[in-house]
C-alpha cells in the first residue's frame, strides 16, 4: 500500500504485485496531485474573487465615510442610524465593524443580506447628501419626516433670526426717532408751561402745542405700538428690550434719555387733553383701543330725544342697516333707566354713560358739547354719527362707501346758508403759517355764510383723525364757555361773536 502526502518523500521499494507495475502507480498518484492542486486553485480563486468583491464594497462605502456613522443599536443589532459627520475624515472609520444583518438558513444568504444592508445603507446616506441641515434617520421610521421636520426646525430658526434683526431693526429706527425729538430744557419748558391769555391768543396757543403734540405722538406710537394678526398692542418692555439688546457702555445714557421723553410727553398729553383718564391711562392706549373697534352708529340722548330714537332706529334697520349702535348719555339725570331698557330692547343697541369716560373737573360736559365726546370715546374705530332727529332714506352705511370718505377718512356736509359773515380775520389770529387749501376755500374765509358745517350727520375714521378729534374735544370742553367773572372768552363766544 502506499501513502501520500501533499509533500510525497521517499519511501523503500516494495514487492512488486502482479498485475500492475509501479510507474502506473506513480502516474495515478501524480493525476490526483494535479487534480488537487487545480482544486485548490480554483478554491483560492473563488477565494479572492470574494475577498475583491469585499474590497470594492468596502471602497464603495469609503465614499461616504466622511459623511456617515454606522452605528449598530444596542436593543436591535439589525437597526442603524446614519448621522452626518462633515467634518470627520474617514480615516475616523478605520477599523469600525459595521453592524451584522439578520442570520439566515438559506444558501449564500450570509452574502445576499450583507449586500441588501451595504446598499440600504448607501441609499440612506446618498438622501443625507441632499440634505444640507444636521439630521438622524433611523429605519424604523420614515426618514423623509425625520428630515423634513429638522429641516423645517432650522428653517423656522432661521426665519426666527431673521424676524428679530428686523424688529431690532424697526425699534431702533423708532427709538432715534423718539430721542431725536427729545426737546431741549428751553423748548420744554414753553411746551409745559400753563396756558395763559384768553380767547384767539389761548386758541392759537393750544393749537400750536396740538401740532407738536401730533408729531412726538405718532413717534411714541411707532415706538410702543406692536402689531399682531392685525390686532394693536401696546409694550411696556422698552427698558428691557434695550437691555438685552443695546451696547453695555451706553446703556444708562440711552435708557435715561428715554426715560426723559416718557416723563416730558406724560406731562404734556396731561396739559393737553387731561380729560379722558382714569378711563384711559393715556392717550395711546385709547387709540389702541379704537383700532379693533370696527364700524358703527354713535347717537346722544336724553329723556327728551329718547322717542326720536325709538323711531329712527326700527326705521334705520327697514332701510338694511346692520351696525352697531351706541347711544352716548350723562348719566341718570341725563337718560332714565326706563329709556335706556327700551332703547337697548333694539337689536344691536347698547347705552352707555359718558360721565363715566370724562373727567370735567372745573368745567361741566353739556349739550351740543357732548357730540364730539361721544364720538372719540365710542368703541368704534370708523363713526357715523347722527342726531336724534335725523332721519335717512337710505342705508346709512353706503355714507363709508363714498369717494371723499375713502380718499380722506371723514365725510361732513355744508351747514344752511345763512347770515353771510366773514370769520377770515378770526381764522388768521387762531391758525398758524401756513393756512390749508380748505380753509381759505370755506364759508368762514370767504363770508358766504357764518354757517360753516352741519354736525347732525357726518362720518369720520377716529384712527386717521386722532388727534384732530382729541382737539375738537378740547375745544368742546374747558375752552368752550366764557367766564365773565375771570374774563375769559371761550370758543362759543368767538365763534358766534356774542
Avoid at 349 to 360: E, G, N, P, Q, W
Avoid at 366 to 378: D, P, R, T
Avoid at 431 to 442: C, D, E, G, N, T
Wanted: proline share 6%.
Amino acid at each position: 500500500m502506499i501513502q501520500h502526502s501533499l509533500f510525497p518523500q521517499a519511501s523503500p521499494a516494495l514487492p512488486r504485485k502482479e498485475g500492475r507495475s509501479h510507474p502506473q502507480k506513480l502516474d495515478s498518484a501524480q493525476r490526483r496531485l494535479r487534480t488537487l492542486g487545480s482544486g485548490l486553485v480554483v478554491l483560492a480563486l473563488v477565494l479572492a474573487a470574494f475577498y475583491l468583491h469585499l474590497l470594492r464594497a468596502a471602497s464603495h462605502g469609503a465614499h461616504y465615510a466622511g459623511r456617515t456613522s454606522v452605528q449598530a443599536r444596542p436593543d436591535n443589532p439589525a437597526a442603524h442610524s446614519i448621522s452626518p459627520a462633515d467634518d470627520i475624515s474617514a480615516s475616523a472609520y478605520e477599523g469600525v465593524t459595521p453592524p451584522q444583518p439578520p442570520v439566515s438558513l438559506g444558501e449564500n444568504s450570509g452574502h445576499l443580506e450583507r449586500h441588501k444592508h451595504l446598499h440600504h445603507v448607501h441609499a440612506l446616506a446618498h438622501k443625507n447628501d441632499k440634505v444640507d441641515e444636521p439630521h438622524q434617520v433611523e429605519t424604523h421610521m420614515p426618514a423623509p419626516v425625520r428630515q423634513n421636520n429638522q429641516f423645517d426646525r432650522h428653517v423656522q430658526a432661521v426665519a426666527h433670526q431673521n424676524d428679530n434683526a428686523k424688529e431690532w431693526g424697526r425699534f431702533n429706527q423708532a427709538f432715534k426717532r423718539v430721542i431725536s425729538l427729545l426737546p431741549d430744557e428751553l423748548y420744554m419748558r414753553e411746551l409745559l408751561r400753563p396756558f395763559e391769555g384768553t380767547g384767539t391768543q389761548r386758541l392759537r396757543d393750544i393749537g400750536l402745542r396740538a401740532r407738536a403734540f401730533k408729531v412726538f405722538f405718532e413717534a411714541w406710537e411707532a415706538l410702543h405700538l406692536v402689531w399682531k394678526d392685525g390686532v394693536a398692542y401696546l409694550r411696556q418692555d422698552i427698558v428691557q428690550y434695550l437691555r438685552a439688546h443695546h451696547d453695555m457702555e451706553n446703556l444708562a445714557q440711552t435708557i435715561g434719555d428715554y426715560e426723559s421723553f416718557r416723563h416730558f410727553f406724560q406731562h404734556f398729553s396731561r396739559l393737553l387733553f387731561p380729560w379722558t383718564a382714569p378711563y384711559f391711562p393715556d392717550h395711546l392706549s385709547l387709540h389702541a383701543y379704537i383700532h379693533a373697534g370696527g364700524r358703527g352708529i354713535v347717537l346722544t340722548a336724553g329723556d327728551e330725544q329718547a322717542p326720536f330714537l325709538l323711531a329712527s332706529i326700527p326705521s334705520f334697520r327697514q332701510l338694511g342697516c346692520t351696525l352697531p349702535m351706541e347711544i352716548m348719555y350723562l348719566g341718570d339725570a341725563d337718560l332714565s333707566q326706563d329709556y335706556r331698557e327700551k332703547l337697548e330692547s333694539l337689536p344691536g343697541v347698547i347705552t352707555r354713560d359718558l360721565s363715566h369716560m370724562v373727567a370735567d373737573e372745573g368745567w361741566t360736559l353739556e349739550g351740543w358739547a357732548v357730540k364730539a365726546f361721544a364720538i372719540l370715546l365710542s368703541s368704534f374705530q370708523e363713526v357715523i354719527f347722527i342726531d336724534a332727529d335725523s332721519l335717512f332714506f337710505i342705508n346709512p352705511t353706503l355714507l363709508f362707501d363714498d369717494p371723499i370718505y375713502m380718499e380722506s377718512g371723514a365725510l361732513f356736509f355744508r351747514d344752511r346758508l345763512a347770515e353771510p359773515e366773514s370769520k377770515k380775520a378770526w381764522l388768521q389770529e387762531i391758525l398758524a403759517r401756513p393756512v390749508s387749501k380748505q380753509v381759505i376755500q370755506s364759508r368762514f374765509w370767504t363770508g358766504e355764510s357764518g354757517h360753516m358745517q352741519e354736525s347732525g350727520v357726518l362720518a369720520v375714521d377716529k384712527w386717521r383723525h386722532f388727534v384732530a378729534l382729541l382737539m375738537a374735544t378740547r375745544m368742546n370742553g374747558p375752552d368752550r364757555e366764557s367766564n365773565e367773572d375771570e374774563g375769559s372768552v371761550g370758543m362759543y363766544d368767538m365763534v358766534w361773536g356774542t
